[in-house]
């Protein structure tokens, strides 16, 4: 069962923008200097190249010298003065104009980029401290602390995608690749300290952490039945090692495609109450269901469905990344992000991770 294609794009090894829509950007203003670090929504994605969103302003990124010539954002975090973005550079002018591998990680620091050796998914500030998720180029799961790197595991069948830190503790979530089974591929995983913990036995990633007290929360897919009868790669929150199944609430007429993206993609504690958001591929009978094929994307509050977008005819709505502020909720979309469920568009970025400052 092939379903890791689409996962690997959004994880720190992986090509965002190869993942993400082609299109011409849409030519609109875009301002000549970086923005403050001011309260306001901020979107990292890409605008043919890495660029910043802020509300209603696009900000390109620029490339270091010999960093190729073009690049992705993959996530931003606004700490008192700073803004910080991370991504990739890369060539795009291989054969045929196809993407070459990525030529280095990049830190955007308030606009200004500095090359690290490594392909990046996640940057957090922790106690005035910089944390850069991702692998290292030689594969292993590694973290950067104010640019020196941490390697969490010296083992290259391993892959990290996201970072969370409590205390003096650094967690990390991803997957181990198996190399003896022909039956499985990969298998979720979180660390602690560098310490490696499965989750699962089956076929399954670990794509979120959030750790609230003693608790820790990962988000990610597993096998399971969600319907009677019917087995696929679904979304799953483990709380300390013990698997919950997200409910879909899908009619009988309708299976999940295991050729699509199935699984859960953050998840944020505030207060008493976990909100974790998600997205299914479907094939449906529209006769029977009213139902088109295509994703299903949740946000799921205390592991009941709070909101939810079937796919249109169009398309689908996916959700790529959740951010929770006060009594606020917000989730982000390629053109779109929901606040409070409200749509708000966003134009000429295809965004994917948000903050709110």
């Known amino acids: 069962m092939n379903v890791k294609t689409f996962f690997i794009c959004i994880s720190i090894v992986g090509a965002l923008s190869s993942c993400k829509k082609n299109s011409d950007p849409i030519p609109i203003p875009i301002p000549d200097t970086f923005p403050k670090a001011t309260a306001g929504v901020y979107i990292a994605g890409d605008f043919g190249r890495g660029a910043l969103w802020k509300d209603q302003s696009l900000y390109v990124l620029d490339i270091p010298n010999n960093g190729g010539n073009s690049s992705d954002a993959n996530s931003v975090f606004v700490a008192d003065t700073v ?28 606009g200004v980029a500095t090359k690290l050796p490594g392909y990046f998914g996640q940057v957090i500030v922790y106690n005035n401290d910089v944390y850069v998720m991702g692998n290292n180029l030689s594969g292993q799961p590694t973290y950067w602390k104010n ?10 069948n391993t892959t990290a995608t996201s970072i969370f ?17 022909a039956l499985i591929n990969d298998i979720a995983v979180y660390w602690k300290n560098g310490t490696r913990i499965k989750l699962s036995t089956t076929d399954s990633w670990a794509n979120s952490i959030f750790v609230s007290g003693t608790d820790v929360y990962v988000a990610g897919f597993d096998i399971g039945t969600y319907a009677p009868g019917k087995q696929d790669i679904v979304p799953v929150l483990w709380k300390n090692g013990v698997k919950t199944y997200l409910p879909l609430n899908l009619p009988p007429a309708t299976t999940v495609s295991g050729s ?33 094929n295509g994703y299903y994307s949740y946000c799921w509050k205390n592991n009941a469905i709070d909101f939810s977008i079937p796919p249109t005819n169009g398309g689908g709505a996916y959700f790529w990344d959740l951010f929770v502020k006060g009594n606020d909720e917000y989730i982000l979309g390629s053109s779109t992000y929901w606040k409070n469920h409200v749509p708000v568009p966003f134009t000429g970025l295809n965004g994917f991770r948000i903050f709110v400052k």
Request: hydrophobic share 40%; glycine share 14%.
């Open 165 to 181: 830190v409590s205390g003096n503790d650094v967690y990390a979530t991803g997957f181990e690749t198996d190399t003896i089974s």
């Open 83 to 110: 803004v910080y973005v991370i991504g990739s550079s890369y060539c795009s002018c291989g054969l045929r104009g196809s993407r070459a591998t990525s030529d280095s990680g990049i830190l955007w620091k308030n």
């Open 147 to 156: 640019g020196i790197p941490v390697i969490v595991d010296l083992a290259r």
């Open 260 to 292: 699509g993206v199935s699984g859960a993609t953050k998840v944020v504690v505030s207060g008493s109450d976990v909100f974790v958001i998600g997205n299914i591929y479907i094939n449906s009978d529209f006769s029977v269901t009213g139902l088109y």
